[in-house]
């Protein structure tokens, strides 16, 4: 019995000689098989694991719902993750900011790719001589560790040259892309008068629609750091996947692929748990952005209305309100911060410290046991082994360290990616004439909700002309349900009636600003209405662009107008003097606070008379200009051919009117000729009898 235990005991030590023999002859091509699967075990994982290994969570718009009321519940978001809606957003941004292979961000983005491959094959190089300059001082070889460390000095020369111009590509690949990006919003965001009822999408953005309350914030707040983060994560990502491959490449090469794939298999079972530990930060970031625009946006209102607010002495209201969306911010900071806390403590025990001690298993491996292929016999040829390949995996170890970390900064990615695809996405959708706007509750009525789902016509003609056309507010009042009217050129139509009967309703219809529900529209292109608000718009500039806004100087010269000509028209609304008094043409102010209320209103008019516009829309236009002048504006805007559509409570505005619109306040109207001076004989008769009333 011990003698048959002993025959096979020889019998299967034979057969391991054997399998080992027949494996060391053959053990060349198992490894070059191993290298290739570890390079795509390596890119399928990188691509499962930041595409196809999260679930689709959502068509990436976001939507509301409507109450019972009629009015929308609060959109909610999807959930913003790693997923196949981030990179069908991310998809559609790269096609805006790297429009083709020969543009500047494709070259940039090649001379980055070339750095790094560059930056790489030098710490290989620095690897391998740091393993050298250790055997050297093992060895006692005074003139080869001198050699040793001139190769380090000259090689350090390169490396810091590719480190800055690392650097200062990355930084310019995010400032090309934010150029890309902007330039393609602003293009929408502010389009000209040629886009036609697409156009104008920065008013309907803010007027018709409740989506986006901060644009200004992320188009340049979102904008920045989604492009910042575009151009790291570029860096972050491909060089570490690089670095992975040819680091644990030289690595087989010097302790055997089987070693590798054991590291590997453990390495890749950790890094689930940790992935399944990640916290969502990219739905932090995306609400981090949210929140500081909330914020942004009550600071704005409170600038906005300071006059009302300090009348009104609403400083405490106005407190309580910016500290408490204050505190909605700090709370949400303090609670990622709390998770980063953690996450970080468990993220460098696993990175550094666990995968740092399956790295010193695998540098012990051709120390403890000879490998075919290793030269190492010597204790100066070991100690350059283990060097070398303990700096290897010290490198390959930071890379797929960099790897993790560049998913938690994919997260924060998707977060600013959700936010500027939000913009696109809400620009293109009122471009389209679909807004999403809370509606008051008579909105949800069957007669209302029947004329809020309709659609009018509009026709470009020379008179204006509506028929049967409702008067809607953006959120679904209905101040006329059918509103007809027809005013040709020449013939001034003065507009009267209580405040919010939907006048100035009106004006936003004609110039293409409020979408048409029903009826029928004729009436000239926007850019032949002019309007002229009881408080003007005063644009940043030079005193001659406030007349001549928005065309620039050269614009000006173009049609042949000279500033003798601006001061000429200046002389009709009696304002020539402010030139000398404010310094000449090309000073320039805040003229808002430069000018008094009624100067505002003057150089308005003097705009007007610059352009010359078939139709002017006064709105309260002369209230703080005495009546003299005021005739004479109104004089010389008819010997100019221009039609006057006026809103005004002053009676000595009737006499240069021929039709009248007047607005009962209760949904009906009246459009009649204006007879200036029975009109007149009316109001005093009416204030006579108001007086004798009081005396009662």
């Given at each position: 019995?011990?003698a048959?235990?002993?025959?096979?005991?020889?019998?299967?030590?034979?057969?391991?000689?054997?399998i080992?023999?027949?494996?060391a002859?053959?053990?060349p091509?198992?490894?070059?098989?191993?290298?290739?699967?570890?390079v795509f075990y390596?890119?399928?994982t990188t691509y499962?694991?930041f595409s196809?290994?999260q679930?689709r969570?959502?068509?990436?718009?976001?939507?509301?719902?409507?109450?019972?009321d009629?009015r929308?519940e609060?959109?909610k978001p999807?959930?913003?993750?790693?997923?196949?809606?981030?990179?069908?957003?991310?998809s559609r941004?790269?096609?805006?900011?790297?429009?083709?292979?020969?543009?500047?961000?494709a070259?940039?983005?090649?001379?980055?790719?070339s750095?790094?491959?560059?930056?790489?094959?030098i710490s290989?190089?620095?690897?391998?001589?740091?393993?050298?300059?250790?055997?050297?001082?093992?060895?006692?070889e005074?003139?080869?560790?001198?050699?040793n460390?001139l190769r380090?000095?000259l090689?350090?020369?390169?490396?810091?040259?590719?480190?800055?111009?690392l650097?200062?590509?990355?930084n310019?690949?995010?400032i090309?892309?934010r150029?890309?990006l902007?330039?393609?919003?602003?293009?929408?965001?502010?389009?000209?008068?040629s886009?036609g009822?697409?156009?104008k999408?920065?008013?309907?953005?803010?007027?018709?629609?409740d989506?986006i309350?901060?644009?200004?914030q992320?188009?340049?707040?979102?904008?920045?750091?989604f492009?910042?983060?575009?151009?790291?994560?570029?860096?972050?990502?491909?060089?570490?996947?690089l670095?992975v491959?040819l680091?644990?490449?030289q690595?087989?090469?010097?302790?055997?692929?089987?070693?590798?794939?054991?590291?590997t298999?453990a390495?890749?079972?950790?890094?689930?748990?940790?992935?399944?530990?990640t916290?969502p930060f990219?739905?932090?970031a995306?609400?981090?952005?949210?929140?500081?625009?909330?914020?942004?946006h009550?600071?704005?209102?409170?600038?906005?209305f300071?006059?009302?607010?300090?009348?009104m002495?609403?400083?405490?209201?106005?407190?309580?309100?910016?500290?408490r969306?204050?505190?909605?911010?700090?709370?949400?900071?303090?609670?990622?911060?709390?998770?980063?806390?953690?996450?970080?403590?468990?993220e460098e025990?696993?990175?550094?410290?666990?995968?740092g001690?399956?790295g010193?298993?695998?540098?012990?491996?051709?120390?403890?046991?000879k490998?075919?292929?290793t030269?190492?016999?010597?204790?100066?040829g070991?100690?350059?082994?283990f060097?070398?390949?303990?700096?290897?995996?010290?490198?390959?170890?930071?890379?797929?360290?960099r790897m993790?970390?560049?998913?938690?900064?994919?997260?924060e990615?998707?977060?600013?990616?959700?936010?500027?695809?939000?913009l696109l996405?809400t620009?293109?959708?009122?471009?389209r004439g679909?807004?999403?706007?809370?509606?008051v509750?008579?909105?949800?009525t069957?007669?209302?909700?029947?004329?809020?789902s309709?659609?009018?016509?509009?026709f470009?003609?020379?008179?204006?002309q509506f028929?049967?056309?409702?008067?809607?507010?953006?959120?679904?009042?209905?101040?006329?349900?059918g509103?007809?009217?027809h005013?040709?050129?020449?013939?001034?139509?003065?507009?009267?009636?209580?405040?919010?009967?939907?006048?100035s309703s009106?004006?936003?219809?004609?110039?293409?600003?409020?979408?048409?529900y029903g009826?029928i529209?004729?009436?000239?292109?926007?850019s032949q209405?002019?309007?002229?608000?009881?408080?003007?718009?005063?644009?940043?500039?030079?005193?001659?662009?406030?007349?001549?806004?928005?065309?620039?100087?050269a614009?000006?010269?173009?049609r042949?107008?000279?500033?003798?000509?601006?001061?000429?028209?200046?002389?009709?609304?009696?304002?020539?003097?402010?030139?000398?008094?404010?310094?000449?043409?090309?000073a320039?102010?805040?003229?808002?606070?430069s000018?008094?209320?009624?100067?505002?209103?003057?150089?308005?008019w003097?705009?007007?008379?610059?352009?010359?516009?078939?139709?002017?829309?006064l709105?309260?236009?002369?209230?703080?200009?005495p009546?003299e002048?005021?005739?004479?504006?109104?004089?010389?805007?008819?010997?100019?051919?221009?039609?006057l559509?006026t809103?005004?409570?002053?009676?000595?505005?009737?006499?240069?009117?021929?039709?009248?619109?007047?607005?009962?306040?209760?949904?009906?109207?009246?459009?009649t000729?204006?007879?200036?001076?029975?009109?007149?004989?009316l109001?005093?008769?009416?204030?006579?009898?108001?007086?004798?009333?009081?005396?009662v």
């Open positions: 019995m011990a048959f235990s002993t025959l096979r005991g020889k019998h299967t030590k034979e057969q391991l000689a054997r080992s023999k027949l494996y002859s053959h053990r091509l198992i490894q070059r098989v191993l290298n290739i699967s570890f390596a890119l399928g499962y694991g196809g290994g679930r969570s959502g068509s990436g718009k976001v939507k509301g719902k409507a109450r019972a009629g929308p609060e959109a999807d959930k913003v993750a790693v997923d196949a809606v981030f990179y069908q957003r991310l941004i790269l096609k805006i900011i790297i429009p083709g292979i020969r543009s500047k961000e070259l940039l983005l090649l001379m980055h790719s750095l790094l491959v560059f930056r790489t094959a290989l190089y620095v690897a391998a001589l740091d393993g050298k300059i250790v055997a050297s001082l093992v060895r006692v005074p003139l080869k560790f001198l050699f460390i380090w000095l090689v350090a020369i390169p490396a810091t040259w590719c480190n800055s111009w650097s200062y590509v990355q310019k690949l995010a090309a892309y150029t890309r902007t330039r393609e919003v602003l293009s929408q965001y502010l389009g000209d008068a886009q009822p697409e156009g999408v920065y008013y309907k953005i803010a007027n018709l629609d989506r309350k901060n644009p200004d992320m188009i340049t707040h979102d904008i920045h750091r492009t910042t983060h575009l151009a790291a994560i570029y860096s972050n990502l491909a060089k570490p996947v670095d491959i680091y644990n490449y690595l087989s090469q010097n302790v055997g692929a089987e070693g590798l794939v054991g590291l298999i390495v890749q079972s950790t890094a689930v748990l940790l992935r399944y530990l916290p990219g739905a932090y995306a609400l981090s952005g949210q929140l500081a625009g909330s914020l942004r009550t600071h704005s209102r409170l600038v906005e300071a006059e009302e607010i300090a009348f002495e609403g400083e405490r209201t106005e407190r309580l309100l910016v500290e969306e204050y505190a909605t911010v700090i709370k949400h900071e303090n609670k990622v911060l709390e998770r980063r806390w953690w996450f970080g403590c468990v025990g696993v990175i550094k410290w666990l995968w001690s399956f010193l298993v695998l540098c012990g491996i051709p120390v403890f046991f490998l075919p292929g030269g190492f016999t010597d204790l100066g070991r100690t350059e082994g060097v070398t390949n303990r700096r290897l995996l010290l490198s390959a170890s930071d890379a797929f360290g993790m970390y560049s998913y938690k900064d994919l997260s990615l998707a977060g600013y990616t959700a936010r500027v695809s939000q996405d620009i293109e959708d009122v471009k679909e807004f999403e706007k809370a509606l509750s008579s909105a949800s069957d007669a209302n909700a029947q004329i809020l309709g659609r009018g016509q509009v470009e003609a020379e008179d204006i028929e049967n056309v409702p008067i809607v507010t953006p959120n679904g009042d209905i101040l006329l349900k509103l007809s009217f005013v040709k050129p020449g013939q001034h139509l003065l507009i009267v009636g209580p405040n919010g009967c939907g006048k009106l004006f936003r219809i004609l110039g293409g600003l409020w979408p048409v009826g529209v004729r009436k000239p292109p926007s209405f002019i309007l002229i608000p009881q408080r003007p718009y005063l644009s940043l500039g030079t005193l001659r662009d406030q007349i001549i806004y928005p065309h620039s100087e614009d000006m010269k173009a042949g107008v000279t500033d003798d000509d601006l001061l000429r028209i200046l002389s009709v609304v009696q304002m020539e003097g402010v030139v000398e008094r404010e310094g000449g043409w090309d320039a102010r805040e003229w808002r606070e000018l008094s209320g009624g100067d505002q209103q003057k150089i308005a003097a705009r007007l008379f610059y352009h010359r516009p078939k139709y002017a829309v709105d309260e236009a002369t209230s703080l200009v009546t002048v005021e005739g004479l504006m109104m004089e010389h805007a008819t010997d100019l051919g221009i039609t559509l809103v005004s409570h002053r009676p000595s505005l009737w006499k240069y009117h021929q039709l009248i619109l007047h607005y009962d306040g209760q949904g009906g109207y009246v459009f000729e204006l007879d200036a001076e029975k009109r007149l004989a109001q005093e008769e009416k204030q006579a009898l108001e007086a004798k009333l009081l005396e």
